[in-house]
């Protein structure tokens, strides 16, 4: 996964993004030691649901380099906290500070607060999960305002998903995961087009604080719908039962 990770990066920073995109960040390159270190960490083969997100949050990964990466849960659950280094063109309305970032990744937050009150310890989540973004860069407008990569004009969007598109199939055929499930309409889509039938593929609510469904309780739409694909969730804190 690291060196499929390491060439994602790669293939990323050599693309180009106009108007009404102002400034990209790569947390792969500035951010790549954390990245690693969770990969290193938690990545491993025969895992039964990939969970695939969409692409860096401004206060998530994009800080961290860790996906959905809220800085708290990151160094405090998981124990990761290595250095971060800032992009070449820096958003002013958007400095990366890495683990000093005092703002919330609310996305993040949820999902691996989720994590840590249903699982306790990490190892015990990722026994049963792994987490990765389809897309590792971030798109800013010159206001400060996030771009997802669906937003991008066809001529820029294409090549992008193309990279990404070959970086999931290469993370799929080393993950041998039972399940992927999309953390949101977008997630899944890109999956099953990619996939095709070769995995089973889910989906389950994003965490989006742009979402009134999330806001009206994420983590108990989240594990109904994971009961309806049939992924075991054992009691809150404890180990699960093998």
Not at 137 to 157: H, I, M, Q, V, W
Request: contains cysteine; charged residues 25%.
């Amino acid at each position: 996964m690291v060196r499929i990770t390491r060439a994602l990066g790669r293939a990323v920073s050599e693309l180009s993004f106009g108007s009404p995109v102002t400034h990209v960040y790569n947390p792969l390159a500035y951010a790549a030691a954390n990245t690693e270190t969770y990969l290193r960490r938690f990545a491993r083969q025969d895992v039964p649901v990939l969970l695939l997100g969409m692409n860096p949050g401004p206060f998530g990964m994009v800080q961290t380099g860790v996906p959905f990466g809220e800085v708290g849960l990151v160094r405090d659950w998981m124990g990761i906290e290595g250095e971060v280094g800032r992009p070449a063109v820096e958003h002013p309305k958007r400095p990366v500070q890495g683990f000093a970032c005092e703002r919330s990744e609310v996305s993040g937050a949820r999902l691996w607060g989720w994590a840590r009150d249903r699982f306790g310890a990490p190892e015990r989540f990722f026994e049963t999960f792994f987490v990765w973004n389809f897309c590792p860069l971030a798109f800013l407008e010159e206001s400060g305002r996030n771009r997802t990569p669906d937003k991008l004009p066809a001529r820029e969007r294409e090549p992008l998903f193309a990279v990404c598109d070959d970086a999931l199939r290469k993370a799929v055929r080393w993950l041998r995961p039972g399940m992927v499930v999309g953390i949101g309409k977008f997630a899944e889509a890109r999956a099953r087009g990619v996939l095709g039938d070769g995995v089973r593929i889910g989906t389950v609510l994003h965490p989006s604080p742009a979402s009134p469904a999330a806001n009206a309780g994420w983590v108990e739409r989240a594990e109904a719908q994971f009961a309806e694909l049939g992924v075991g969730l054992g009691t809150p804190g404890a180990p699960r039962a093998r």
